[in-house]
């Protein structure tokens, strides 16, 4: 979660001129870019060891029809592609990103990103008085506090 809070440095928190970033929030932009490459990184082996987990079978034994099926058919898996792909999209904009809108347009890629998981997960299936269902609207704020206010401290820390 750490691309969203980046992303917020690089737009919100950091000033722009005339629409463009600062250099300084060019630069968030493309740790952004390393952030969100590693998700999707993540979010590859997630899939591989979850299908690895659910089958009880090592993930070097998982041949690509079954990972196929379990994209195709179990809402986990179906979930898991599409975390993947946006954030590769975060990862390949973000790099090259110059312009404050262009920078909000992927904050805003970035936390449509951390729903599908949610919207899939355990929180999804309970009935409403469970304390799971409400904690999933908070998930895009805190993503966002933390990793904007992390780095401000690394960044900002004066010994």
Excluded: N
């Amino acid at each position: 979660m750490m691309t969203v809070g980046l992303l917020l440095m690089a737009t919100v928190l950091l000033p722009s001129t005339k629409g463009l970033l600062s250099p300084e929030a060019r630069g968030y932009a493309r740790m952004a870019s390393w952030a969100a490459l590693s998700w999707a990184g993540t979010t590859a082996l997630t899939m591989l060891f979850t299908l690895s987990d659910l089958l009880a079978v090592p993930a070097t034994g998982l041949s690509g029809t079954v990972i196929v099926s379990f994209v195709t058919t179990v809402p986990q898996g179906t979930m898991l592609p599409l975390v993947l792909i946006l954030a590769g999209c975060v990862a390949g904009y973000a790099r090259g990103v110059v312009s404050a809108h262009g920078a909000a347009g992927l904050l805003a890629v970035a936390l449509l990103t951390l729903l599908p998981p949610v919207l899939t997960g355990h929180s999804a299936s309970c009935s409403p008085p469970r304390t799971g269902c409400p904690s999933w609207p908070r998930r895009p704020p805190w993503s966002s506090w933390e990793g904007s206010a992390g780095f401000t401290a690394t960044t900002h820390w004066q010994p």
